[in-house]
């Protein structure tokens, strides 16, 4: 038995969590302190009798065709019996006081359905359908609302987006900022499940770029849509992944210290927003994952473009882990153009940093069930770090999702990816992958922001031409080309398109070192 002066202090501990909502919860693996392990023992011993995480809640969208679990707490060794959609499902609580259970896989309805929990008492869950579920999460540019926001600029023709926004059967949950030194059972100041709307999505600032991928899906598979946000702004991939994450790379394993509940988190600290923000969706049924972040990790005084794609790696690894679902599909955002090294800021110490940032992100496609999204093409102004085209961002998400995840045939969702390149005299000849509808010009002008370079590995401006389904790179400065590079520039908006309107990945041809020039390379200064 506790002394009392401890049952004091525990109970103090147990309010705040409760007032809060923020019951740690081990993460699989790793052990709590003996204060957060008492605390919850002490929490599970005077709980009501049926609590819920927040994300299941009235208007919500399960799942469909795959296993949904659903979960909650109440006193130990109660018998608990869900009901839903004709389904029966039986659980008893465990000593500590959580109960799951696993609907088997649903059928898309667009009809109301009430699930109702049975736990010494009952609750009802009201309006629920069921279609497809995606988590959106990253930092600014996936938090970026389709109205208006301090510091930023609107979307494009935003009152009419707001204005022809009401889609019933579209569902949106936000997650709130926080922190927590431990994976948290639930998110903070829940707001719940809100019908899609001008007003709804205003009030809640939800993700434009999220609600625009999800319109696309609805539109195209006509089944119910559900999307949740987690996201914030500034913030860099590392607090975002868990310490398993960080347990599967060798070069990270100094990033999963257990972190101090007694200090001030930020949110810099590594696992800090996992444990806060992710932490209590793990289980929740879901298609897949979007994913747009990376400015923070591209900017400082050593910025991530050598090792992003190992962060990426972890963070990916370690929410499918978590999740259990498998190799759900996490479909990202190649981060846009931005004069990071050029602007009146200098925010990173070297003119490559950004290129050698998408190639980082490129070379995250070797994980698989993953896509990337190219945006060179949408920095409306390489001077602010948020563009405005959403629209065309949630569009493109939503071709990699209908194109891999959903089998449209049909559906071109890749730009052109270069493949191999050969010597022909003076001559580089580059093949690429993803042409359908062939290599274009797409404003009809000569291809642009190719250099190439000799064996002296300086490189030039380049002339660039499609023949026969290849481009063809050429300058008369390089008589013997060993390499070339596209889109080589942080502002670099090129020209080379797929048939499908899809812009070709940044590349470079060479696996030189690159140079950390503090000054700006010839070829970049007109």
């Known amino acids: ?98 109960w799951q259970v696993k609907l088997t896989a649903l059928t898309a309805s667009s009809r109301p359905a009430d699930l109702v929990i049975e736990a010494g008492e009952t609750r009802t869950l009201t309006n629920i359908l069921v279609g497809e579920v995606w988590l959106c999460s990253g930092q600014s540019n996936m938090e970026k609302p389709i109205g208006k926001q301090p510091g930023q600029r609107p979307c494009f023709n935003y009152e009419q987006e707001l204005a022809a926004a009401d889609f019933p059967e579209i569902r949106l949950f936000k997650v709130h900022t926080a922190l927590a030194a431990v994976p948290q059972k639930d998110v903070n100041k829940p707001s719940g499940w809100q019908l899609c709307s001008s007003n709804s999505l205003e009030a809640i600032k939800f993700s434009a770029a999220g609600y625009f991928f999800g319109r696309e899906i609805h539109d195209q598979l006509k089944v119910p849509v559900g999307l949740v946000e987690s996201s914030w702004g500034g913030t860099r991939i590392e607090p975002w992944t868990p310490a398993a994450g960080f347990e599967m790379e060798p070069s990270l394993k100094g990033l999963a210290k257990p972190l101090s509940a007694s200090s001030k988190l930020s949110n810099t600290n590594p696992m800090a927003i996992y444990n806060a923000m992710i932490a209590p969706l793990v289980h929740f049924a879901m298609r897949g994952v979007l994913w747009y972040q990376g400015e923070s990790n591209c900017m400082g005084d050593q910025p991530d473009g050598a090792i992003y794609t190992e962060k990426m790696k972890a963070l990916i690894g370690s929410w499918r882990q978590l999740w259990g679902e498998g190799s759900f599909p996490f479909y990202y955002v190649q981060i846009a153009p931005f004069d990071y090294f050029t602007g009146k800021t200098r925010r990173v110490p070297y003119a490559d940093a950004l290129p050698e940032f998408w190639e980082a992100q490129t070379h995250a496609l070797s994980i698989p069930n993953t896509g990337m999204i190219v945006t060179t093409d949408l920095a409306d102004d390489v001077k ?66 190719f250099t190439i370079a000799g064996a002296d590995k300086k490189f030039v401006p380049a002339g660039a031409m499609v023949t026969n389904g290849t481009v063809v790179v050429f300058s008369p400065d390089v008589a013997k080309p060993v390499a070339v590079r596209f889109a080589w520039s942080e502002i670099a908006q090129p ?32």
């Not at 705040?16 to 392990?37: C, I, K, M, N, Y």
């Not at 389904?87 to 959580?98: E, F, I, M, N, P």
């Not at 398109?497 to 970049?524: C, E, I, S």
Request: proline residues 8%.
């Open 1 to 98: 038995m506790f002394e009392m002066k401890t049952m004091k202090n525990l109970f103090v501990k147990f309010l705040a969590f409760a007032v809060t909502g923020l019951v740690p919860v081990p993460e699989p693996g790793r052990a709590q302190t003996t204060d957060a392990v008492a605390a919850t023992n002490y929490a599970a011993a005077v709980q009501p009798a049926l609590q819920l995480p927040s994300v299941f809640g009235d208007n919500m969208v399960l799942q469909q065709k795959q296993p949904v679990p659903i979960w909650g707490w109440c006193q130990p060794g109660i018998a608990v019996t869900v009901k839903f959609s004709g389904q029966v499902q039986h659980a008893k609580t465990g000593t500590d006081g959580r």
């Open 495 to 526: 020209d080379l398109y797929n048939g499908a309107g899809l812009p070709a990945v940044p590349f470079r041809t060479d696996r030189f070192d690159l140079m950390k020039q503090t000054a700006l390379p010839p070829d970049r200064q007109n």
């Open 384 to 449: 602010d770090i948020h563009p405005r085209n959403k629209q065309e961002v949630g569009r493109r998400l939503a071709l990699l999702a209908l194109g891999k995840t959903y089998g449209h045939k049909d559906v071109i969702c890749e730009g052109p990816m270069f493949k191999k390149m050969k010597v022909r005299g003076s001559d580089a000849v580059l093949s690429f992958d993803d042409t359908t509808g062939g290599l274009v010009s797409k404003d009809g002008q000569p291809l642009n922001w």
